[in-house]
């Protein structure tokens, strides 16, 4: 199957610090992926919608200077997490769409924030 | 936002034994998806159905897909140690193609 590329895979950062997890489609174009964010032993949440070439369409509740989505190119998504807090502590994943109706996804970001 | 709710929440079974799990939806759908997390891992794509489909097989997997009730069921034979996963469910909207996931089911499959 197609593979998507998620890094880091853990980071810990201090609180106020920025992180920058990056989501690549190795193996195909990818005009549309998705932020996901998961608490411990609970679903997926989408955060955003990030789109190449124009601007992450965010979900509701989800903080856009916050949670900076950018898509530079059809194979790249990055999300910024700014000035993060502790509450900020979460698994993030990627998934990339190519198009044939399922997704496919990141091995994740782990994100601890202290 | 969580359109599927799955059940059970949890299952332990013993290896060899068939693992059942359900999701229903609430909205029309395009399609719906199985997706298997381990443990601290990304989500792998298992299945897809679409709406004008009932039933589907792929290897020890069957899914069924009633319309009718907006539900869908996921069935694993033969369930192996390395089964052990969450699994969610994911709807496909007729008006986009955002996933919507399920609050997943634990399967625990003992040695």
């Known amino acids: 199957g197609a593979v998507v590329s998620q890094h880091p895979s853990r980071v810990i950062c201090k609180s106020g610090t920025s992180v920058k997890i990056e989501c690549r489609s190795l193996?195909?174009?990818?005009?549309?992926m998705f932020w996901y964010r998961q608490f411990p032993k609970q679903s997926l949440m989408l955060m955003a919608t990030?789109?190449?070439?124009?601007?992450?369409?965010?979900e509701q509740g989800v903080e856009k200077d916050k949670f900076l989505i950018n898509h530079a190119s059809l194979t790249l998504s990055t999300l910024t997490v700014t000035s993060a807090h502790p509450e900020d502590s979460s698994f993030y994943i990627c998934?990339?769409?190519?198009?044939?109706?399922?997704?496919?996804f990141g091995e994740g970001s782990r994100l601890t924030v202290l | 936002s969580q359109q599927g709710e799955e059940d059970p929440q949890a299952l332990s079974i013993q290896e060899g034994e068939n693992a059942t799990m359900n999701c229903s939806y609430k909205?029309?759908?395009?399609?719906l998806q199985w997706y298997r997390q381990n443990s601290g891992r990304g989500l792998v794509h298992l299945i897809l159905?679409?709406?004008?489909?009932r039933e589907k097989h792929s290897g020890r997997l069957r899914v069924t897909l009633d319309t009718s009730k907006k539900s869908s069921s996921l069935l694993i034979t033969a369930s192996r140690a390395a089964d052990t996963a969450s699994y969610f469910c994911?709807?496909?909207?007729?008006?986009?193609?955002?996933?919507?996931f399920g609050a997943g089911t634990t399967v625990t499959v003992r040695a």
């Open positions: 990030s789109n190449e070439g124009s601007k992450a369409t965010y």
């Open positions: 994911a709807t496909n909207p007729r008006t986009d193609y955002k996933l919507s």
């Open positions: 159905i679409r709406s004008n489909e």
């Open positions: 909205t029309s759908i395009n399609n």
């Open positions: 193996d195909f174009q990818a005009t549309t």
């Open positions: 998934s990339a769409y190519r198009g044939t109706g399922e997704l496919f």
